[in-house]
């Protein structure tokens, strides 16, 4: 007897549009008020939709990609990158979030995203891509290190989620040229 496993859905990524703030910042919430497996935490601030409308809008006029994965006309997640520091020496470094909505956390979205959002920060000419990752969150370890990433640090008790202190993994990647050729 042989036992098929269910087709993945068709995921497309696509840069974000000002419709697609509804459905992103559903997935946020998901994330910061209910947690999605060992992830989530606590936003002490509201965030709604004019909140991510502008911040969108920076990326943007900063040339960081904003996108989303789309199956069947759905937005199921959406990542970005930002400046990892805001001094000119640190200029060719950014560093990323993903967001999957809980619905479609194994169908290949973050898998889909995370190539896209290196291969987008190389071609504006970034050079390397910081990643922090919750250290309990093993999923998401297997696909940063699939797509290049090696851990470079580990920070102890750096969040505090729904009654306990978590570990981060910090991550990282070259882009582009890395760090092989002057600027």
Known sequence: MTSERPESPTVTIRPSTD?????MLAIYRAY?????GDLGGYVPTPFDI???????????????????????????????AVLFRKRPAYRFTVKHSIYVHPAHLGNGVGR??????VEACGQAGFRQMIGY???????SRRL????????V?????VAYRFGAWCDS???????????SVGV
Do not use: W
């Open 19 to 23: 419709e697609d703030v509804p459905a």
């Open 32 to 36: 910061t008020s209910h947690g999605v």
């Open 153 to 157: 640090g580990y920070l102890p008790s």
């Open 50 to 80: 004019e909140d991510l409308k502008a911040r969108r809008k920076n990326l943007k006029k900063h040339k960081l990609p904003h996108v989303v994965a789309v199956i069947d006309g759905m937005v199921a997640g959406y990542a970005y």
């Open 144 to 151: 940063h290190e699939a797509c290049g990433f090696r851990q």
């Open 169 to 179: 993994v910090m991550m990282q990647r070259s882009l582009g040229l890395g760090d």
């Open 133 to 139: 990752i919750d250290s309990a969150n093993e999923a």
């Open 112 to 117: 889909a995203l995370l190539p896209a959002l």
